[in-house]
């Protein structure tokens, strides 16, 4: 069993307002901290224009994160893929790979908000076309040679793109909940990575899911990280009354998901109205809280539930305060982490 820590996303929600500096601050120290405890990998999480100053630049950000770290995996967790140029990627996930020696994870997804493709000159009709042709052109930019690639997206004449990274290829995953997507990870040799949405049975079809295509694809499911984002609040409270202390915060990240869409109830049907009262129901039961023990009894259920064996731990999520994400990070691993590893 490995433990992360993230997705770190620099939110400064209305409810508890921040500068933007002091959170990429107190993120690099608490990465730093994770390191040094044992936490095998840290995970950033990427949209743009909102008020909230969602971090916008994960590539930057990684950097910044592998060198203040020394052994743990630095993941983008997940770049939306479809916004940018393949090429321009492939250069800067080979930079931040050197910079880590070796330690840097490319998390990529479709994306689906409209303000993001319109403000990039992209359609969501081209969304998985350019995802498509992006896999391939990041696969061959990290190989030895020069390439030339003809799509319908993205045409390359002869290209070297330097320098190459540490890890040959850089690892893929791909953040997907959907049947076509789960199916293109398994197909391309990429991890499936679940952020902070779902319940037990939900998680556990997903993985089931790409298992099964990673089979048709000749590729053993063993072999395949199962990595599960999960709010964690660890108090000295019970598990409700802690949930009274941070339920505002977890609800405005369900909030926001609802609002672009993707938000998803017990039985996975989707959200879309974020004043609906049924968010608080939901986001409480995707959420490990409570005392050190009711804690470690919400992961035994993850772990005996689903084939998880990767648990990024997000104690840092939008309003929560750098002593709060601290505390909870020293009490998981004191009286936590023993238990469930």
Same mark, same amino acid.
Request: glycine share 8%.
């Given at each position: 069993?490995?433990?992360?820590?993230?997705?770190?996303?620099?939110?400064?929600?209305?409810?508890?307002?921040?500068?933007?500096?002091?959170?990429?601050?107190?993120?690099?120290?608490?990465?730093?901290?994770?390191?040094?405890?044992?936490?095998?990998?840290?995970?950033?999480?990427?949209?743009?224009? !909102?008020?909230?100053? %969602?971090? $916008?630049?994960?590539? =930057?950000?990684? /950097? @910044?994160?592998?060198?203040?770290?020394?052994?743990? #995996?630095?993941?983008?967790?997940?770049? !939306?893929?479809?916004? %940018?140029? $393949?090429?321009?990627? =492939?250069?800067? /996930? @080979?930079?931040?790979?050197?910079?880590?020696?070796? #330690?840097?994870?490319?998390?990529?997804? !479709?994306?689906?908000?409209?303000?993001?493709?319109?403000?990039?000159?992209?359609?969501?009709?081209?969304?998985?076309?350019?995802?498509?042709?992006?896999?391939?052109?990041?696969?061959?930019?990290?190989?030895?040679?020069?390439?030339?690639?003809?799509?319908?997206?993205?045409?390359?004449?002869?290209?070297?793109?330097?320098?190459?990274?540490?890890?040959?290829?850089?690892?893929?995953?791909?953040?997907?909940?959907?049947?076509?997507?789960?199916?293109?990870?398994?197909?391309?040799?990429?991890?499936?990575?679940?952020?902070?949405?779902?319940?037990?049975?939900?998680?556990?079809?997903?993985?089931?899911?790409?298992?099964?295509?990673?089979?048709?694809?000749?590729?053993?499911?063993?072999?395949?990280?199962?990595?599960?984002?999960?709010?964690?609040?660890?108090?000295?409270?019970?598990?409700?009354?802690?949930?009274?202390?941070?339920?505002?915060?977890?609800?405005?990240?369900?909030?926001?998901?609802?609002?672009?869409?993707?938000?998803?109830?017990?039985?996975?049907?989707?959200?879309?109205?974020?004043?609906?009262?049924?968010?608080?129901?939901?986001?409480?039961?995707?959420?490990?809280?409570?005392?050190?023990?009711?804690?470690?009894?919400?992961?035994?259920?993850?772990?005996?539930?689903?084939?998880?064996?990767?648990?990024?731990?997000?104690?840092?999520?939008?309003?929560?305060?750098?002593?709060?994400?601290?505390?909870?990070?020293?009490?998981?691993?004191?009286?936590?982490?023993?238990?469930?590893?």
């Amino acid at each position: 069993m490995k433990f992360g820590i993230g997705y770190f996303s620099m939110q400064s929600p209305p409810h508890n307002p921040r500068p933007h500096r002091e959170l990429y601050s107190e993120m690099l120290e608490e990465v730093k901290l994770a390191d040094q405890m044992g936490f095998e990998s840290a995970w950033l999480t990427e949209h743009h224009f !909102l008020d909230d100053g %969602y971090c $916008p630049s994960l590539m =930057a950000t990684a /950097a @910044a994160m592998a060198a203040v770290t020394k052994k743990m #995996r630095i993941g983008t967790g997940i770049l !939306l893929m479809p916004l %940018y140029d $393949p090429v321009k990627v =492939a250069e800067d /996930a @080979a930079v931040v790979d050197l910079i880590s020696g070796g #330690r840097f994870i490319m998390g990529l997804g !479709l994306g689906y908000r409209q303000e993001e493709f319109d403000a990039f000159g992209r359609t969501l009709k081209e969304r998985k076309g350019r995802m498509e042709e992006s896999l391939e052109i990041l696969t061959k930019s990290w190989a030895d040679e020069s390439f030339t690639y003809n799509g319908k997206y993205y045409q390359l004449d002869n290209i070297n793109v330097t320098p190459k990274p540490v890890q040959k290829p850089i690892p893929l995953c791909i953040g997907a909940f959907t049947e076509p997507a789960i199916r293109r990870a398994a197909r391309v040799g990429a991890f499936l990575f679940i952020p902070a949405i779902g319940v037990i049975p939900i998680i556990k079809a997903l993985f089931d899911m790409h298992s099964t295509f990673l089979k048709e694809y000749g590729r053993n499911p063993d072999d395949f990280e199962k990595p599960l984002v999960r709010e964690i609040y660890i108090s000295d409270k019970k598990r409700d009354d802690a949930w009274e202390d941070i339920k505002e915060s977890v609800t405005y990240t369900a909030k926001g998901y609802a609002s672009w869409g993707s938000m998803i109830d017990w039985e996975g049907n989707l959200i879309t109205d974020p004043t609906n009262p049924i968010i608080y129901d939901v986001a409480k039961d995707q959420t490990i809280m409570g005392t050190p023990e009711e804690c470690v009894e919400q992961i035994k259920e993850y772990q005996e539930g689903t084939p998880m064996d990767n648990l990024v731990c997000r104690f840092k999520f939008p309003g929560i305060s750098h002593e709060e994400a601290k505390r909870s990070m020293n009490l998981f691993v004191d009286k936590v982490m023993p238990h469930v590893s």
